[in-house]
């Protein structure tokens, strides 16, 4: 699900230091084909899915949808970046809340990309629906997640077992806008 209300989709690219986010575009699409198939992206989310199920069922232009961000640095796509309302079946906590996530090519980890990337997408987020709490979900055992967690002003609300792994919800309160 990814309803962010009435937020215009995409927006402009929001430009940081080093890198853009972006709504997908078609020449994207080998990189989430590699993103969503590597085991090690997705030694935390479940397990990759089968590079060949992935060639045959993803469209032309991957995750175009509102809250989908491409990460792109120097011009090619190292990340995504999700903003979209928590489900029902999640955590009561995290229900009917912004929930951030995402994920970022092997090659591109240990550079504060993720840090990067999700505060500007977070900043984004405040300034088009102030007020808004935002909630992360990510198994305790991944210590990389946790830190940007904590990084990025992110506080445990629990810890509950999902997946056969512990899991670890945090908050980040709303930005409440200034007058």
Known sequence: MSDLGPVGWPPEPIRTERLVLRGSEARDRAAFIELLASPEVHTYLGGPRPRAEL?????????????????????????????????????????????????FLPRAWGSGYAAEACAAALDWFDGVLPGEPV????????????????????????????WDAEQWLGLRPPVTPSV
């Open 55 to 103: 060639e045959r069922e993803l469209p032309g232009i991957p995750e175009q949808w509102p809250g989908s961000f491409v990460v792109g640095l120097d011009g090619a796509m190292i990340g995504q970046i999700l903003l979209r309302r928590a489900p029902e079946h999640r955590r009561p906590a995290a229900v009917g809340k912004v929930d951030l996530g995402y994920m």
């Open 135 to 162: 909630v992360l979900a990510t198994q305790t055992a991944n210590a990389g997640s946790m830190r940007l967690a904590a990084k990025l002003g992110f506080t445990e609300v629990e810890r509950f077992r999902a």
